[in-house]
């Protein structure tokens, strides 16, 4: 069996280009895996900012691990067992989990996946609203921003894969909600489908933080932040006495042309203001509440799960690369294959 | 009566100079103060450096009142009653409370203060490790920071009225302590009669982020910052997963001189750093924890208050620009009179 995967052909420093990745065909033998391993036909595969990371020249972080040129290239899918050595899986079981850029991946014992229920759903929103984006607004909002109802929350990329989510459960929750996107497009969203109070282009502002100032006259509570830089800087510079920044996201230092946010520490220190990192599976421990939440939400189409779906596995190059000029709208999936 | 007070002549933008003050004469009547006024002959008051940021011409904050120059300047104090209107004080109490930069104080009623008892330290111990001094560095060490034992923690300007107590509380706590000071006297200090493990002159290192390296092989669990700028930047940059740093203070940004923390939020994110600005009187609930561990801590001389004493209402002004320019060792205090 022949499996076709996406690799770098290089580190990559910058904003990736769809040129910086190509694809490669590797043969893949059941009999050449490790005992206990699954293969699974990929369905839907995330494409997610975050990855530029890990395909940077400079290695030297042990925050994350790096990923060489021309190596698999791991991300959270669906997909379909199509040869198991584990007892647990069946051919024809959907499996959500660590896949790979590819057409196949092989899923070793150990290795995160399990499998999965689409209890109604249509399987793109297990890539999504009811995984780590949706998790990761679910518990940003409410663990780490601890929002409460009433409390004025920013959201920025907030038509992003996490964004739309975030300011929909605060939203359902009684905040005030403004979010900022960089189209029209987004901003019509934002404030027509997803039912923000507001929203604002922010390309268009010259100033942010006389933008967040008219747009908050009574401060910001709760900053969900996906963007670090300037938008964090002005977001704190508008924020409330014991103000949370909920930071999981910086897209605008990742490819090095955004300089980095120099909030300024006296307002955080008088306002007693938090800027807290944090990563969704560190907040497992309310992933039942999450799931349980956003079920209703989805059924009840209180919730809208917004969702860019590509088809192809040639088409992840560049759905990759438009993460990072604002091309996306929602969840950034590609479809490799029909169930 | 005549009182002398020490005020701005105008507003201070960058470091504090001794010429930016001067002593004023006033008549002081007692029959022209408001009904239940306590009027207090001060015998010590504090000198800070976060009073500089209510003397800037930039009064846009809505984070701090800002003082107009010619104004009484409020600080923490110790003094003794001398004429009072209010009958809970009687001439001749001690009360510890917001007094201010002269030679008298008039304690209107509902201003902050309250009658103090030495127990059987000496007056100048109550403006310092017994005061906001003292609960800062411990509310901020424990509360803010959660420091437990064995967890390793940076300290920076180490020797100064904050700083010399949170050394001290941590390794009465069982942690890694090392602190960054200005000068070899400070670092020697740290070493030796404090018991920090380890010290260093932040201005003879080129690289503090390396610098941070060395000293703290395993990272920094807890950072305790009065400084901001570049050696928060440095300490974000060497700490563990889920620290905490605890920011109290930003003094390298106050005069405008030094540039902004630019903390990297990669790594925030990456590592879940917290970063906790803070103020000690959100703290007051662990006000009695508190007193009872520095005074068993003090008596037991397991932890030294280290005191820079002026005398005299004239030294105000050199002991505030002082703090600019790192003169000071351990809590700045003004003996104003003796009792």
Redesign the interface.
């Known amino acids: 069996m022949t499996n076709r995967i996406v690799v770098t052909k290089t580190h990559i420093d910058g904003a990736p280009k769809e040129t910086d990745f190509e694809v490669k065909s590797q043969v893949l033998a059941q009999s050449a895996q490790p005992a206990g391993s699954v293969i699974v036909k990929n369905l839907y595969v995330s494409v997610d900012p975050y990855q530029l ?1 890990r395909m940077k020249s400079d290695s030297s ?1 042990q ?2 691990s790096f990923l060489a040129a021309g190596i698999e290239i791991d991300c959270y899918g669906v997909g379909k067992v199509v040869a198991s050595g584990n007892p647990e899986f069946q051919e024809g079981d959907l499996v959500a989990g660590l896949l790979t850029w590819g057409e196949y991946s092989v899923l070793k014992p150990g290795s995160m996946f399990r499998k999965l229920d689409a209890m109604g759903f249509p399987l793109s929103n297990h890539i999504g609203a009811l995984a780590f984006s949706g998790l990761t607004a679910y518990a940003g909002l409410f663990e780490v921003g601890k929002a409460k109802k009433g409390d004025r929350v920013f959201v920025s990329t907030a038509s992003g894969s996490v964004g739309h989510l975030v300011g929909q459960f605060a939203k359902l929750h009684g905040c005030y909600v403004v979010g900022s996107a960089g189209s029209k497009a987004k901003v019509e969203l934002l404030k027509g489908k997803l039912g923000f109070d507001d929203a604002f282009n922010y390309k268009e502002e010259a100033d942010i933080k006389a933008t967040l100032r008219k747009h908050f006259p009574h401060g910001i509570d709760v900053y969900f ?1 996906s963007v ?2 300037e938008m ?1 800087e002005a977001a704190v510079a508008n924020m409330n006495l014991f103000g949370r920044v909920a ?4 897209i605008s ?2 490819t090095g042309s955004g ?21 969704c599976p ?1 907040f497992l421990s309310v992933h039942s509440d999450f799931i349980s939440a956003t079920c209703d939400h989805l059924r009840s189409e209180k919730m809208v799960s917004v969702e860019d779906i590509s088809t192809g596995l040639e088409s992840i190059p560049s759905s990759f690369a438009g993460l990072f000029h604002g091309s996306n709208i929602g969840k950034t999936i590609v479809q490799i294959a029909v169930e």
């Open positions: 990371n972080s925050s994350y932040d670090g830089g964090l930071a999981c996201g910086a230092e990742y300089r980095k946010a120099a909030p300024d520490m006296v307002e955080v220190i008088y306002r007693r203001i938090q800027i807290q990192g944090f990563l560190d």
